[in-house]
């Protein structure tokens, strides 16, 4: 499953429109053109997590795969917003995955943290991994556009040059929205 050529600019955006009016090999084909660069992304996810002993790079990227594929819903509307879509899916599966080490042990393993505390600073802490998830879905309800580019921030380990190379728009534009968007989860979390 791996890509095997360069993408040609606009076959990817190309292919997931196909897939939004009933291509389902389009999804395949889109995952096999940015196979290596979602092996990245979930490389990322799994460094941030710390889960790396419970979830391996390629099965990251086959369980993402699996649960957009089986999302009849999913649409995307351009190479951006699937990356965007498929860093969120890999932030559930880690999520996941964090909340079920938690659980097996006794009393979860939870401690009491100050709601001050910089949680996207260190996402190797399960507890804070958790309460970013929660700020991050309270944010994506509130303003999607911004979740997005936090998710692929934190998580997806993108810069926000290749945040704005992805979303079609200047690094100065997502820098500043990055700046609003860890403001808006910090309130957020201070208010939960």
């Not at 196979?35 to 990322?44: F, M, P, V």
């Not at 260190?122 to 309270?138: C, M, W």
């Amino acid at each position: 499953m791996s890509s095997q050529s360069p993408v040609a600019p606009g076959e990817v955006t190309q292919l997931l429109q196909a897939q939004a009016k009933g291509g389902e090999a389009a999804l395949n084909h889109v995952v096999s053109l940015l196979y290596d660069e979602l092996k990245k992304l979930a490389q990322s996810q799994l460094r941030r997590s710390g889960v790396r002993s419970e979830l391996q790079t390629t099965s990251l990227v086959h369980e993402a795969f699996e649960k957009l594929s089986a999302s009849s819903s999913a649409h995307f509307r351009n190479r951006g917003h699937f990356f965007a879509v498929a860093c969120r899916v890999m932030r559930q599966i880690v999520i996941d995955t964090w909340r079920a080490r938690m659980a097996s042990k006794r009393g979860g393993g939870l401690q009491v943290e100050s709601l001050h505390s910089n949680l996207l600073a260190d996402l190797n802490d399960p507890q804070r991994v958790l309460r970013l998830d929660e700020a991050l879905n309270q944010l994506e309800q509130d303003n999607e556009e911004l979740a997005e580019i936090i998710d692929l921030s934190c998580f997806g380990g993108f810069s926000s040059a290749q945040i704005a190379e992805l979303r079609g728009t200047s690094d100065r534009t997502v820098q500043r929205q990055l700046k609003r968007a860890r403001a808006w989860v910090s309130h957020i979390l201070e208010n939960a």
